[in-house]
T-cell receptor
């Protein structure tokens, strides 16, 4: 079974530029999460999708971050314009459903460096 | 406020030694607790998941314990190997489909 796929693995941009990250969850997983992980910290939830609907985006900086999950499968996370403090690893995770043990499966992450 | 704290922040041990990592949480009501291992530059990978009724669960050289009364968990690593060098993250989920609350992680370095 293929895992959660993310791209690109690494991205370096200058502040005020834009960037987009892509995630393909495990086939059949209804729930998709985007997390931001700053070096030395645990992941912080940015947005949660259930199929193609948003369940929780309360911690998403909506003035610069946007995310979509068209057709309830792949998802993209965009940052525009980027700030220095956006330098982090962006992790995508998927889960089979909303309830139960809700095991989280993570991708390898996309490391963003903003100069 | 739902929080997860982990200690120590970092730990250095020699290969072959044992170690124990701690996790304290305030998430309530509680559904389950997981320990994840995150190698440098990789995504977290699940080691164990424990529900309210479970006290101990093992996965090879990793043994997790849970005391739901005191809201504490520990991860014990036996006969450490160089490949155990990683961050270990404690994640707690509340009931009713609440989101996951992540701890800051413990950075473990195993030296030869």
């Amino acid at each position: 079974e293929a895992g959660v796929a993310q791209s690109p693995r690494y991205k370096i941009i200058e502040k005020r530029q834009s960037v987009a990250f892509w995630c393909n969850p495990i086939s059949g997983h209804a729930t998709l999460y985007w997390y931001q992980q700053i070096l030395g910290q645990g992941p912080k939830l940015l947005i949660q999708f259930q199929n193609n609907g948003v369940v929780d985006d309360s911690q998403l900086p909506k003035d610069r971050f946007s995310a979509e999950r068209l057709k309830g499968v792949d998802s993209t996370l965009k940052i525009q314009p980027a700030k220095l403090e956006d330098s982090a690893v962006y992790l995508c995770a998927s889960s089979p459903g909303h309830g139960g043990t809700g095991e989280l499966f993570f991708g390898e992450g996309s490391r963003l460096t903003v100069l | 406020k739902n929080q997860v704290e982990q200690s120590p922040q970092s730990l250095i041990i020699l290969e072959g030694k044992n170690c124990t990592l701690q996790c304290n949480y305030t998430v309530s009501p509680f559904s389950n607790l997981r320990w994840y291992k995150q190698d440098t530059g990789r995504g977290p990978v699940s080691l164990t998941i424990m529900t309210f009724s479970e006290n101990t669960k093992s996965n090879g050289r990793y043994t997790a314990t849970l005391d739901a009364d005191t809201k504490q968990s520990s991860l014990h690593i036996t006969a450490s190997q160089l490949s155990d060098s990683a961050s270990y993250i404690c994640v707690v989920r509340g009931n009713y489909g609440q989101n996951f609350v992540f701890g800051p992680g413990t950075r473990l370095s195993v030296l030869p």
